[in-house]
Nanobody, 126 residues
Framework: QVQLVESGGGLVQPGGSLRLSCAAS????????IYWFRQAPGKEREGVSC???????????YYADSVKGRFTISRDNAKNTVYLQMNSLKPEDTAVYYC????????????????WGQGTQVTVSS
């Protein structure tokens, strides 16, 4: 089974930036699509971003409308790691952020995911 570990969360002021990481030790991780979700207190879990894998190593990306132009998803195959660079952060971005995968190489329009990390807290506040 794939084990995912998120890191990089913390407290930041509005307009600031954070870089989240999702890491795994298994090389096969590089061939799975990886999703980022977030969940705020009292809110339903929201899909934030997804990055696909392909044989040509061209990675397609998807972003929720609420984060387009501010967040960037990327991956480093040598480190078995996916990143979420978050810029121009807003208080409404405050949530626990999770990475996840369904062991499939393409992003699923239903956001189906079977394996999850433990989550990392992001707090945007003055």
């Amino acid at each position: 089974q794939v084990q995912l570990v998120e890191s990089g969360g913390g407290l930041v002021q509005p307009g600031g930036s954070l870089r989240l990481s999702c890491a795994a030790s298994d090389f096969s991780f590089n061939y799975y699509a990886i999703y980022w979700f977030r969940q705020a207190p009292g809110k339903e879990r929201e899909g934030v971003s997804c990055i696909s894998s392909s044989a040509t190593r061209i990675y397609y990306t998807y972003y929720a409308d609420s984060v387009k132009g501010r967040f960037t998803i990327s991956r480093d195959n040598a480190k078995n790691t996916v990143y979420l660079q978050m810029n121009s952060l807003k208080p409404e971005d405050t949530a626990v952020y999770y990475c996840a995968t369904d062991l499939v190489g393409t992003c699923d329009s239903t956001w189906k995911s079977d394996f999850w990390g433990q989550g990392t807290q992001v707090t945007v506040s003055s």
